[in-house]
């Protein structure tokens, strides 16, 4: 893989934003997927002498139209040359307490992280099969370990991971790979949203619900405040992307960070009721 375009979706901000400031600046033509105008200008000024690199593309992976319109542009723009690579980065982070969680939340969850994957791939795969390209599916260390109080959140990252494994199945044989890449906890706005979503609960909860889930609520809390001081930079986990995308042999997994192989060996060493006991103590110690 060496001439081409690759598209990233979700790269207003966070990781990527960082996919896609990299991609440019190696000299990778990136179609940036953005919700507006403005996320795309100044994303474009953020890739300095690399802009010429970049081209933002009006993107909402919940829309079908918006995903149809996209894929026309995408084509249009290619004018011939291969899709070298999709990057499903486009996703948000919901949760709270299943007792009281409503439908649309869950709704709402999967729309952005699971359909909004399905979706878009599967307008682009024609151009993807013809160039023999790759899609790099951004999961979590969450799509293999799930902690409370996010279980929206994990639930979709976990469904990421089944439909990166199958997509793989399916396409290798006709040279297309698929890759999950699998952060820890991450420097990105998704730690200030998360607050958010934690004032919200208590706001809305009983006040014998919130006395029930007192201590949980806080250990989330503390958990958020730690993730956003102690996470890997952006840009450490779009270097994982480029592997995925560029490299000759590329893997089918990417952890990325120090906090996801250390879970993943303790997930996979101990005990269940072990394991989540740890995940438990360390919730609340953050």
Known sequence: MTTGWVVVTGASTGIGRACALRLAARGIPVLAGVRSDGDGQRLLEAAGEAKDCLVPLRLDVTDATSIAQAATEVAERLDGAPLLGLVN?????????????????????????????????????????????????????????????????????????????????????????????????????????????????????????LQRYRAGLAAMEHFTADAAKRGVSPDAVAKRVEHALLAPRPRARYLVGTDAHLMVLFHWLLPTRWFEAIVAKLTARA
Not at 115 to 138: E, M, Q
Request: charge should be neutral; hydrophobic fraction near 50%; include cysteine.
């Open 89 to 209: 980065n486009a996703g948000i982070a919901l949760g709270g307490l299943q007792e009281f969680m409503p439908h649309a939340v869950w709704q709402r969850q999967f729309d952005v992280n699971v359909f909004g994957v399905i979706n878009t791939t599967r307008a682009l795969l024609p151009l993807l099969l013809a160039a023999k390209g790759r899609v790099v599916n951004i999961s979590s260390v969450g799509g293999i370990i799930a902690s409370p109080f996010m279980g929206p959140y994990h639930a979709s990252k976990f469904a990421v991971e089944a439909i990166t494994a199958g997509l793989r199945m399916e396409l290798r044989p006709f040279g297309v790979w698929a890759a999950c890449v699998e952060p820890g906890a991450v420097k990105t706005e998704i730690w200030r949203k998360a607050d958010t979503l934690i004032d919200e609960l208590k706001r809305e909860l009983s006040p014998e619900a």
